[in-house]
């Protein structure tokens, strides 16, 4: 008895793992687990029903595999086929490789398997058609390239194939109509020749979800897509669709979401859209769409209703406001007129309206918000009239209102001021009266506040200052009275404060100084009395300051001199005393005219003063000048001429001039020891550029500079590179660079001045110049993310030095080899051998007499004009852009006569976005990098008038990365990516 009981316990040891099981550890040996999540599968299990991701049937023989989202690596484990009884592999999101190949033919039993979003390459495995039962293909989410494998029309049962946000870049074949078990197939955002839609496809009877978008389709939608009578779902979004909409597309009985924007379709909606009865979605946004919106959508259950940016005219049908369920309506940029339906939002829980844009009009409907799931009510640029409804008053969804540009008027309900949500409030431009009620207190969210251009009255309410997520008020053009409230200095993220041209009286509020986030100050045309706070000079940001045209008195601040103004005005007041000696200048008299009491501070500043003068003796003052002057110039050459001479004399010793600009720790010594020819890490025209490492290990960047004699040597091999660095690039970088610091700026450490050579310090950038990194072999290590931030972080440089800096700096040789990347690829602006310091604020634009710049990045009109300013900066940094975004050359002899800039937009005009993008980046972030590829065409426009200035190029840029990543297969059952619509009703 004892003996069966030991033998008995000793059973579970005697046993062993069953064959199944057996397969299953042989799979995971081939399989790398960095996670441990396979560390259930233990041999000494009898059973693997119990391990992690494994579901057995009753009988105990495994039926799936399920290792999604469990960071398993290496090679597709073929082990899994040997497995009789299974049915489903499911391996998706993690990083399955190609690394070894496969041959799918001994699946014969998978039903279902999922390896989207893994890491596999090259071509789509041909040998997955001969599993002959597969139902479920989903290979989304890879780098697979090439074409669709030709057997593929020979599956018999499959219902699922999904190959998006691959690589593929064949053309869409007509054999994938054969698949008549076809319910599901997705093929969006791959790399597909442009090609047309087969009509073919329209024999997949079964289909109930077609996803092309994306994918480079032109020509028309086939009339044979009408017999898809079973299809949910029919995503072509952002192709090159053209033609009409089908009318045989009034077949699609079942169809609940339609997905035609930006396209390039034409023609009127089709009839007999009442077929569509189960319709929630449709998006035909972009399209040059015309006529009517017809009367048989309204009939509809919609939801969500887009056409936007179409040529839609005529009136919107009364009989939307029937439909029960519309939650989104957005008709912006179209030709709409008319009045909008008066019951509309009564019946349904409206939650968007945008009809921005239009030629509507009549009043606001009054039951917007009558179910009360309002949000966004966007209606610029209409002719809308009368009052804003009281109803609204009780919208407390409401977050993002502007009505502006419309003839709105009386006075706006008091409780809308007040809004506990509205975080954007616009209605500038109408004829709204009245004052800003004190509710105004409510409304926590309010960030931006503009009521400009209307006839708003009375005083500005204290409360306002209560309001801690204001960022932007403007008010200019009412007739506000009384005082700027005490309580404005509280506003600490307050960037924009604008309330020009209204009746304000009292003082600029004392404390201003506690707005650190002040960038723009705007009181101008007011009744502004006292002085002018000295706080004012404190604050960090501020770039525009206008307190023109008041009356205001006393000297003016000194320490006006620590702000960085692009614009600084305060003319036309009383005021009197010193001008701060920086502004001190003919440049600024501008700033300072109609100020009796600072007449005689600039040359010129009160025209009419000569009358203080005696006017007979008034030939003497200009003559005394004018003695004094030739005798300056006179001792000026005098001394230059005995200084060269001097210097001459002394040519050949060693450091003459060192100048610090940081605290250093290092001697000048212990640099030129280490200047020799083992050290080079570059060389151009100018000179060569070493790096010198410290016994400290801290490295720095050296730049020697040839002196008059060498200069040049090169510049046959560099084309107009660095063209004419002459004896004043030095002293130019040394001024330049000496004065200013940014993190997106190189640091200049310091200079020294040889009699032979010229060396500049830099900090040392480990990871040298974009330039050379982006056109070498290792270009392919930057990937998307790292461009983008390089893009971003040169921008802001650019941006500092074209309007933080007074006065503002033309770097003028902006390419990427000037653009340099330390150890974490954060970029810096570098080499101002030929930057320009433009000396007046006003005039931003001068003459050049010789060619600076480099080929490939100089912007057209310089040619003509020999003209640079910061206009031309932003030309070639969209050249920069470009080359991020391309990956090309700026010049490349495969463009025949066109340089990067033709070359892209010829081939987008030819062939659309994805083919100028770099083959080395991942095609998962192209929305992302379509959207830097716009900034940087915006940038390099032939007409400097349309280049949008630096600071605005910094926005755009973190506007396009801002959005989420977008991940090709994210796309759930094909609703509408978010970001899209996001940022089309941005453009407002
Ligand atoms: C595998 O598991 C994931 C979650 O763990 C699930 O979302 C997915 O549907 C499963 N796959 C299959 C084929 O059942
Ligand atoms: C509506 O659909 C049916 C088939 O479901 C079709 O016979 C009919 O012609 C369609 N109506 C229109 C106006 O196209």
Redesign the pocket.
């Known amino acids: 008895m004892i003996l069966l009981l030991l033998l008995f316990l000793s059973l579970p040891h005697a046993l062993s793992l069953n064959q199944e099981g057996l397969y299953l550890l042989k799979a995971k040996e081939g399989l790398d687990d960095p996670f441990g999540a396979l560390s259930s599968w233990k041999a000494r299990d009898e059973l693997p029903c119990n391990w992690k991701?494994i579901v057995c049937d009753s009988l105990n023989r495994i039926n799936?595999v399920?290792?999604?989202?469990t960071g398993v690596a290496g090679p597709f484990p073929s082990f899994l086929c040997r497995l009789p009884f299974l049915s489903?592999?499911?391996l998706?999101n993690n990083s399955i490789d190609s690394s070894v190949a496969v041959d799918f033919g001994a699946c014969q039993h998978i039903k279902?398997l999922?390896l989207s979003d893994n890491l596999l390459v090259g071509s789509i495995p041909a040998s997955l058609s001969r599993i002959s039962d597969l139902r479920e293909l989903v290979l989304s989410g890879n780098n697979f390239s090439g074409e669709i494998p030709a057997s593929f029309g020979e599956f018999r049962r499959l219902e699922r194939l999904c190959l998006a946000g691959n690589l593929l870049d064949g053309t869409i074949p007509s054999f994938l109509g054969n698949i008549s078990s076809l319910k599901v197939l997705e093929l969006a955002y791959n790399l597909f020749r442009p090609s047309q839609l087969s009509p073919e496809l329209g024999n997949l009877r079964n289909l109930e979800v077609l996803w092309i978008s994306n994918s480079n389709l032109f020509g028309e939608i086939p009339a044979s897509f009408g017999q898809l009578t079973l299809l949910t779902n029919l995503d072509l979004s952002s192709n090159q669709l053209n033609g009409s909409i089908p009318s045989s597309l009034s077949g699609l009985s079942r169809i609940v979401q339609i997905e035609l924007y930006s396209n390039s379709l034409s023609g009127e909606l089709p009839a007999g859209m009442s077929n569509w009865t189960r319709l929630l979605r449709l998006d035909a946004s972009m399209n040059k769409l015309e006529g009517p919106i017809p009367e048989e959508l309204c009939g509809l259950q919609l939801e969500s209703l887009s056409l936007y940016q179409n040529r839609f005219e005529g009136f919107l049908p009364e009989s939307i406001a029937g439909s029960k369920n519309l939650y989104e309506l957005r008709l912006f940029d179209n030709r709409l007129r008319g009045r909008l339906p008066s019951e509309l939002g009564k019946n349904s829980r409206l939650n968007t309206l945008d009809v921005s844009s239009n030629h509507f009009f009549g009043e606001i409907p009054a039951n917007l918000c009558a179910n009360g799931a309002l949000e966004e009510l966007l209606m610029i640029k209409n002719s809308f009239s009368g009052n804003i409804p009281a109803s609204l008053e009780k919208c407390q969804t409401l977050r993002r209102v502007r009505l502006s540009y419309n003839q709105l008027s009386g006075e706006v309900p008091p409780e809308i001021w007040g809004l506990p949500h509205v975080y954007l409030l616009d209605l500038s431009v109408n004829s709204l009266s009245g004052h800003i009620s004190n509710s105004i207190s409510g409304a926590h969210n309010l960030s931006s506040l503009s009521i400009s251009s209307n006839q708003f009255s009375g005083s500005l309410p204290s409360e306002i200052g209560s309001l801690r997520n204001l960022g932007e008020f403007s008010a200019s053009q009412n007739k506000i009275t009384g005082k700027i409230p005490q309580t404005f200095v509280h506003l600490s993220k307050l960037s924009s404060l604008i309330l020009s041209n209204n009746e304000l009286s009292g003082e600029v509020p004392a404390g201003i100084e506690s707005l650190k986030q002040l960038n723009e100050l705007r009181l101008a045309n007011n009744k502004l009395s006292g002085n002018i706070p000295d706080g004012i000079g404190s604050l960090p940001v501020l770039n525009y300051l206008d307190l023109s045209a008041n009356s205001l008195s006393g000297e003016i601040p000194f320490s006006l001199q620590n702000l960085k103004l692009n614009l600084l005005n305060l003319s036309y007041n009383r005021l009197s005393g010193d001008i701060p000696p920086l502004y001190a200048k003919k440049y600024f008299r501008d700033s300072f005219v109609g100020n009796p009491g600072l007449c005689g501070e600039i040359d010129g500043l009160c025209p009419g003063n000569g009358g203080t003068v005696n006017l007979e003796y008034s030939w003497i003052l200009p003559s005394i000048f004018t003695l004094a002057g030739i005798v300056l110039i006179v001792g000026v050459v005098l001394f230059c001429w005995k200084y060269k001479n001097f210097k001459k004399n002394k040519k050949g010793m060693v450091i003459s001039k060192w100048r610090s600009f940081h605290k250093l720790g290092f001697s000048e010594v212990d640099i030129v020891d280490c200047l020799n020819e083992d050290n080079v890490i570059g060389s151009g025209s100018a000179g060569k550029v070493y790096k010198v490492v410290f016994a400290n290990g801290e490295a720095v960047a050296v730049k020697k500079l040839w002196g008059g004699s060498k200069k040049d040597t090169d510049s046959e091999k560099d084309g107009l590179e660095n063209d004419r660095v002459d004896k004043d690039g030095f002293e130019i970088e040394v001024e330049t660079l000496g004065k200013i610091r940014h993190k997106n700026i190189v640091r200049l450490w310091c200079c020294c001045n040889t009699g032979y050579c010229k060396l500049l310090v830099y900090e040392y950038m480990p990871n040298g110049s974009l330039g050379d990194m982006l056109h070498s072999s290792k270009g392919g290590l930057l990937d998307w993310p790292t461009r983008y931030k390089i893009a971003l972080d040169a921008a802001e440089g650019l941006s500092y030095l074209h309007h933080d800096c007074v006065p503002p700096i033309v770097h003028r040789d902006v390419k990427s080899n000037n653009i340099l990347l330390d150890g974490e690829f954060g970029a810096r602006v570098a080499d101002f051998g030929v930057a320009k310091v433009f000396q007046g604020v006003g005039k931003g634009e001068e003459s050049m007499s010789v060619i600076v710049g480099s080929r490939g990045y100089i912007a057209p009109e310089y040619a003509y004009t020999l003209r640079v300013n910061e206009k031309s900066d932003i030309y070639s940094f969209g050249v920069v852009i470009l080359e991020l975004v391309t990956g090309r050359l700026p010049v490349d002899p495969e463009f025949g006569e066109k340089d990067l800039v033709k070359w892209v937009s010829a081939s987008l005009d030819q062939k659309g976005g994805e083919h100028v993008i770099d083959p080395r980046l991942d095609c998962s972030f192209n929305e992302e990098i379509v959207r830097v590829l716009n900034v940087g065409l915006l940038c390099t426009n032939a007409l400097p008038i349309n280049r949008p200035p630096m600071r605005r190029v910094v926005k755009m840029l973190q506007e396009a990365g801002a959005r989420n990543k977008p991940k090709t297969t994210a796309k759930k059952d094909g609703k509408l990516s978010p970001y899209y619509h996001e940022d089309a009703s941005n453009h407002v």
């Open positions: 991701g799936s399920n290792l999604s989202s489903s592999i499911d998706s279902s999922n």
